[in-house]
């Protein structure tokens, strides 16, 4: 649940995995269906709140591909676009979020209207520069490839990453992993690498710690989204720690979607105790109605993890982040706390 708890808000922090189809306000929904035209299944935020929102440990998969197909369906115009994204800065702002890596799938968000990926990342760039400018926090911008979308998908948008990578610090190779092994995308994903972008690939969420190991193994990526099934393994711990490869926790919607059954059993403290670069982030924080003061919650109050833990996971992020000189630039932010 979303929760504005000054004491959590007043915590400096970071999030380095937040995708943008998750993170769009209900109101605006609302307001950019009415005035697009596009149909929805209720019309006020309440009621639609049933329909955009996982609000429960999921029953089934159908919630939440509902909810994102509606998502999907809001990217209208690249107007939208800046909207959806300034909204989020905003919202990081009003938690003290000082370094936000933002990312998402031109593939797939841009698919039903047929954006331009151009003006619809252009559009994205405009609401940082002014997220920037008025809250003063650091914006980094990750391009998504779907895995689902197949490798061709895949190619064409480190392709096109590549040709702003002035502007894109990195790619994420996300969505479901079994049905879709790393293997089909190890060259897309080096050619990334080689061209000077930074990588992260969304593993071990809901499989076992192999795939992350096979994963490391293959691509070298620098961080790896979730990745919390490594915790069951303590051979794949150690190889993940002596990589220094960094874990994008998200401890809210692994419980959401059963990735761990209860919330007081999330290996986000062990990992952290066990010298693993672990950080706390919110992953799709309207869709899966969190926020980041409430991983920060979960990691303190549920999972006992201290503020220095905590400090020291935003520390992580910093020297992990694809923005080249967020340490440098923010570092005393996070010195200490508590
Ligand atoms: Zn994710």
Known sequence: MQNFD????NLPKTEIHCHLEGAIRTATILEIAREYGLKLPAWNVEALNSHVR????????QTVLDAFAIAQASFTAPAVVERVA??????????????????FSPDWAFRTHKLDWDEGLQALLRAKARAEREFGM?????????????????????????????????IDLADGERANPIDLFIKPVWKAKDAGLKVTVHSGEDTPASFVVDTIRKVSPERIGHG????????AVAFVRQAGVTLEVNPWSNYLTHSVERIEDHPLKRLFDEGVRVTINSDDPELLDTNLN?????????????????????????????IPD???RLGSHFAAIG
């Open 86 to 103: 300034y909204e989020l800065f905003e919202d990081a702002h009003r938690q003290n979020v000082r370094l936000f890596e933002v990312r």
């Open 228 to 235: 919390i099934h490594i915790s069951d393994d303590p051979a």
């Open 138 to 170: 650091l914006i980094g911008i990750i391009a998504i490839t779907s895995r689902g979308l197949g490798v061709e998908s895949c190619q064409r948008t480190v392709d096109w990453a590549i040709g702003w990578k002035e502007h894109i610090q990195g």
């Open 294 to 322: 409430n991983e920060y919650r979960i990691a303190h109050e549920v999972l006992g993890m201290s503020l220095e833990d905590i400090a020291q996971t935003n520390r992580y992020a910093l020297e992990a982040s694809f």
């Open 326 to 328: 967020a340490l440098d």
């Open 6 to 9: 000054p004491f959590y808000n």
């Open 54 to 61: 996982v609000l429960e440990q999921m029953k089934d998969l």
